[in-house]
């Protein structure tokens, strides 16, 4: 089993900026992809970005393509994702995922991912 902690979550005025933290325990999480997805209420869970083990291949909802950036450290077992220009629409409890899957590439969608932490709230301001 893995465990999944997300961190960092907070209030933010629109334009600002957060740094989210995803730490893990239990096993290494340093052959999985990993993914950040969101939600927010009433709505369903929707991908942010994903990041492949090699931390080579980078994913991104075409909504925060070039505000967010996703990151891993395998030998910490964390992911990071840093969220610049945040709008009002970002609002949303972010989860960290892990896929066991050695294969899997591309974004992935919720279903494909095995492991979740109780995820963190960004609340942005406008």
């Known amino acids: 089993q893995v465990q999944l902690v997300e961190s960092g979550g907070g209030l933010v005025q629109a334009g600002g900026s957060l740094r989210l933290s995803c730490a893990a325990s239990?096993?290494?999480?340093?052959?999985?992809?990993m993914g950040w997805f969101r939600q927010a209420p009433g709505k369903e869970r929707e991908f942010v970005a994903a990041i492949s083990w090699s931390g080579i291949r980078l994913y991104y909802a075409d909504s925060v393509k070039g505000r967010f950036a996703i990151s891993r450290d395998n030998a910490k077992n964390t992911v990071a994702l840093q969220m610049n220009s945040l709008k009002p629409e970002d609002t949303a409890i972010y989860y960290c995922?892990?896929?066991?899957?050695?294969?899997?590439?591309?974004?992935?969608?919720?279903?494909?991912?095995?492991?979740w932490g109780q995820g963190t709230q960004v609340t942005v301001s406008s």
């Open positions: 995922a892990a896929d066991t899957n050695t294969a899997a590439s591309g974004p992935g969608r919720p279903d494909e991912y095995d492991y």
């Open positions: 239990g096993r290494t999480f340093g052959g999985y992809r």
